[in-house]
């Protein structure tokens, strides 16, 4: 049975989704739309998009993004703050990263990656 990693990010505004291969890393699939303050309705939606695109498949979900947590603890989906997420995801793809700036739908935030603890 395939193994998928689900990534959920519920923002201010809209909701992405990634879907990588467990073993890979590799992105099988993304999509990005606007939920229309409908956060919780978004994320089912996502989700069932994925279900009917990888039918009999082992998937670990988790939710990130300024919307997200109420929506993960109602689900019982893990939650992790987004600057965490952010903070892994630089540390994994670059060898050298400096300063990283995200600007949202909601706030901006600056992540300084050259003080950050080694990944394990």
Do not use: W
């Not at 998928?4 to 099988?28: C, H, M, P, R």
């Not at 997200?68 to 050298?96: C, F, R």
């Amino acid at each position: 049975m395939k193994k998928l990693l689900i990534g959920i990010d519920v923002g201010s505004t809209t909701t992405k989704i990634t879907v990588l291969d467990a073993g890979t890393e590799t992105l099988l699939y993304s999509d990005y739309r606007r939920h229309h303050a409908d956060q919780l309705a978004s994320v089912l939606f996502a989700i069932r998009e994925a279900a009917e695109r990888f039918p009999d498949c082992d998937a670990r979900i988790i939710l990130t993004g300024s919307g997200a947590k109420p929506v993960a603890e109602a689900a019982g989906t893990p939650y992790i703050q987004e600057v965490v997420t952010n903070s892994i995801a630089l540390k994994k793809t670059y060898e050298t990263v400096g300063t990283a700036i995200e600007l949202g739908g909601q706030d901006a935030k600056i992540i300084f990656c050259d003080i950050l603890p080694p990944l394990s």
